[in-house]
Nanobody
Framework: QVRLVESGGGLVQAGGSLRLSCAAS????????MDWHRQAPGNQRELVAT???????NYADSVKARFTISRDNAKNTGYLQMNSLKPEDTAVYYC?????????WGQGTQVTVSS
């Protein structure tokens, strides 16, 4: 069983920054890919950023040049650095991890950007 715990969400003014963390725990953990998703009220969950075990990254167009995904494989922890935040970035942010052929999800962390 793999457990993911997100942290770092909160309330920030437009133009501000937040850093989200996703700590993974479980036996014989080997995470192939870690993603960040978000879901705003009334919207579908959308993929924000992806990072592979080798460090390759991909971003949604809406966050390119503002968000940076990273991971510390030794700590089994992923990060999402969010800069120049906009009110439209307001959402619950979820991390997911692909390991052992299964995808696991965290419980989510709220990010609210005020204008």
């Amino acid at each position: 069983q793999v457990r993911l715990v997100e942290s770092g969400g909160g309330l920030v003014q437009a133009g501000g920054s937040l850093r989200l963390s996703c700590a993974a725990s479980g036996s014989r953990l080997s995470i192939a890919a870690m993603d960040w998703h978000r879901q705003a009220p009334g919207n579908q969950r959308e993929l924000v950023a992806t990072i592979t075990s080798g460090g390759s990254t991909n971003y949604a167009d809406s966050v390119k040049a503002r968000f940076t995904i990273s991971r510390d494989n030794a700590k089994n922890t992923g990060y999402l650095q969010m800069n120049s935040l906009k009110p439209e970035d307001t959402a619950v942010y979820y991390c997911s991890a692909l390991t052992g052929g299964r995808t696991y999800w965290g419980q989510g962390t709220q990010v609210t950007v005020s204008s």
